[in-house]
């Protein structure tokens, strides 16, 4: 079993920054991609930012680019989320997952086997 633990979450102003960890515990394998997704209420759970273990490639949505930083420490099993400029857009519930299937587009869902439980973000105008 493979757990995936987010931390870091809260209520910040907007222009503020916060910086999302997910740390990934149980059994070893070898992930091929990890990435952030989002999910507002009533809303669908959207992509937003994933990162490639072997040579740390990464993908953003077009809404957080240039605000966003996904970044991952292999040694520590921990991808982590630099978000900067929050806008009140931006609240949701963040999630981390984590995929050992080679090959699949990192900015879809569906290619994602490990998902951790989410932590909320919340931007005040």
């Known amino acids: 079993q493979v757990q995936l633990v987010e931390a870091g979450g809260g209520l910040v102003q907007a222009g503020g920054s916060l910086r999302l960890s997910c740390e990934r515990s149980?059994?070893?394998?070898?992930?091929?991609?990890m990435g952030w997704f989002r999910q507002a209420p009533g809303k669908e759970r959207d992509f937003v930012a994933a990162i490639r273990r072997s040579d740390r490639s990464t993908n953003y949505a077009d809404s957080v680019k240039g605000r966003f930083t996904i970044s991952r420490d292999n040694a520590k099993n921990t991808v982590y989320l630099q978000m900067n400029s929050l806008k009140p857009e931006d609240t949701a519930v963040y999630y981390c997952a984590a995929t050992s299937v080679y090959g699949i587009r990192i900015d879809d869902r569906r290619g994602y086997v490990y998902w951790g439980q989410g932590t909320q973000v919340t931007v005040s105008s």
């Open positions: 149980g059994r070893t394998f070898s992930s091929y991609a």
